[in-house]
């Protein structure tokens, strides 16, 4: 993997109280993979790995040792004393020599993500939803009805074991998730319209780079795109919730696990965000280099990352993947994603508003419920139509936001100990009052509306 000459740009990461950002594309994901070797007097990112983590005397010392060797360090601390990880750009002699540092456990060349998913979108003509979302219908009820060109959003709310011809519309109470702070490790978000209540959280990569915070950083908007349907104003489920734009500076493991960090850190930092957050993560990572246990070491970590997320009663949901289409790629075989089978995290796989299986939809043990992946989004004032799992667990996202931002006595009421919250949420995900499974038999995430609810509820 080769890079430009760049200023030098150091950083170190801890589980703190700052903020974050991330990434994702519309057609083909981009060809990240690399044989080539970093020559001695190449430089690129390395990450490095510290050997007791919780040793805060140590781990200053590797990180004064690290800006030595290197030349100049940016060392970013937060609120405890596990670090996670170090990122720095040198060449490969000077990663030779850090890998030489007591109190480094490990010093790898950065690597690229597999995805972001290859979801695929085309562009609309004219607008496919309704020009206001409805009027409550009784006054008690503060139910409200959407129509348009949105079978995936009424999916999401069509009564249990009903036609869906008969309940085209998406129907929701007025609350739609106010209160609840939806995060997308994505490459941010176009603010526009359709996404006006947004905030940008960028890794140190991202600010050292100048990306601009309000705009996506790739080429293809797909975070955009994704997080339209989440919390979206005229496409979305969730439409009065907060979204935090988690912007990476490169699709890389040293970026993805910064983001992590500064999304935790961004939630933990107020106590008003807790259990009242959600995490939406479409990136995919796979073992593809050959790379002699290193993908094990940044697997672990991840491993860590997610752990402190599920302690802190935070729901991280994530696309299955799109690759269901390709030989020996039907069920899930990537990380993240492949945690969900043994920690509380949600895998979403992709079904068309009737509950058909997506055939490009990966699925498995790991999944955790289906959802519509095919439908509009808006993009910065223009309509696209998507699908694939990104699409999904959006949706699922939004539904989860839903939940959380109900009024009480109104939503799932879910009572769970701290450090529980989310296995009981799936609990919730996956029973009656969560969820029903369509003539295919698989089972779709379900917004909660009764018959009389839509009934109640005027039409636009």
């Known amino acids: 993997?080769?890079?430009?000459?760049?200023?030098?740009?150091?950083?170190?990461?801890?589980?703190?109280?700052?903020?974050?950002?991330?990434?994702?594309?519309?057609?083909?994901?981009?060809?990240?993979?690399?044989?080539?070797?970093?020559?001695?007097?190449?430089?690129?990112?390395?990450?490095?790995?510290?050997?007791?983590?919780?040793?805060?005397?140590?781990?200053?010392?590797?990180?004064?040792?690290?800006?030595?060797?290197?030349?100049?360090?940016?060392?970013?601390?937060?609120?405890?004393?596990?670090?996670?990880?170090?990122s720095g750009r040198m060449n490969a002699a000077e990663a030779a020599t850090a890998r030489k540092t007591p109190g480094v456990r490990a010093v790898h060349e950065d690597r690229g993500a597999t995805g972001p998913l290859p979801d695929t979108a085309h562009k609309a003509i004219r607008s496919a939803v309704s020009s206001t979302h409805g009027k409550r219908g009784d006054s008690d009820s503060g139910y409200i009805r959407q129509k348009g060109d949105i079978a995936d959003l009424a999916a999401t709310s069509q009564p249990k074991d009903t036609e869906q011809r008969q309940y085209s519309d998406y129907a929701f109470h007025e609350s739609a998730a106010e209160g609840i702070w939806v995060y997308s490790i994505e490459d941010g978000v176009?603010?526009?319209?359709?996404?006006?209540?947004?905030?940008?959280?960028?890794t140190p990569r991202a600010k050292s780079s100048g990306v601009n915070p309000d705009m996506?950083?790739?080429?293809?908007?797909?975070?955009?795109?994704?997080?339209?349907?989440?919390?979206?104003?005229?496409?979305?489920?969730?439409?009065?919730?907060?979204?935090?734009?988690?912007?990476?500076?490169?699709?890389?493991?040293?970026?993805?696990?910064?983001?992590?960090?500064?999304?935790?850190?961004?939630?933990?930092?107020?106590?008003?965000?807790k259990r009242k957050s959600v995490v939406s993560i479409t990136l995919q990572f796979e073992d593809e280099f050959n790379d002699n246990g290193e993908f094990d070491v940044f697997k672990e970590t991840m491993g860590i990352l997610f752990d402190q997320f599920v302690k802190a009663d935070v729901p991280v949901i994530m696309a299955a993947g799109n690759s269901?289409?390709?030989?020996?790629?039907?069920?899930?075989?990537?990380?993240?994603?492949l945690f969900a089978g043994e920690k509380p995290l949600i895998a979403v796989s992709a079904v068309d508003a009737t509950g058909v299986l997506l055939p490009k939809s990966q699925r498995g043990r790991e999944t955790t419920i289906y959802a519509a992946g095919e439908g509009s989004c808006s993009v910065n004032g223009v309509r696209y139509f998507a699908s694939g799992t990104s699409q999904a667990q959006a949706v699922v996202t939004g539904v989860v936001a839903y939940w959380l931002g109900m009024p009480r006595g109104k939503g799932p009421q879910i009572k769970a100990k701290s450090g529980e919250f989310v296995k009981e949420l799936i609990k919730y995900m996956q029973s009656d009052d969560g969820s029903w499974a369509r003539k295919s038999g698989l089972r779709m995430i379900w917004n909660g509306v009764t018959e009389d609810q839509y009934e109640g509820a005027e039409k636009p």
């Open 216 to 273: 996506e950083r790739g080429i293809e908007p797909h975070g955009s795109c994704v997080m339209s349907k989440a919390v979206g104003q005229d496409y979305g489920i969730a439409k009065k919730a907060s979204l935090v734009a988690v912007q990476q500076g490169a699709d890389s493991r040293s970026e993805f696990l910064f983001a992590l960090v500064e999304a935790y850190n961004h939630i933990t930092s107020d106590d008003d965000r």
């Open 1 to 86: 993997m080769r890079f430009s000459l760049a200023p030098l740009f150091f950083a170190s990461v801890v589980i703190s109280s700052v903020a974050a950002t991330s990434r994702a594309y519309f057609g083909a994901a981009p060809n990240r993979r690399s044989d080539k070797t970093i020559r001695a007097n190449d430089f690129g990112v390395y990450i490095i790995y510290p050997e007791h983590p919780s040793d805060e005397r140590l781990n200053k010392q590797v990180e004064e040792r690290l800006g030595e060797i290197a030349g100049r360090a940016q060392v970013f601390t937060g609120r405890t004393d596990r670090v996670l990880l170090w």
């Open 324 to 337: 269901g289409l390709e030989p020996g790629h039907n069920g899930v075989d990537r990380y993240p994603q």
């Open 190 to 202: 176009i603010r526009s319209k359709e996404l006006s209540r947004v905030q940008t959280v960028q």
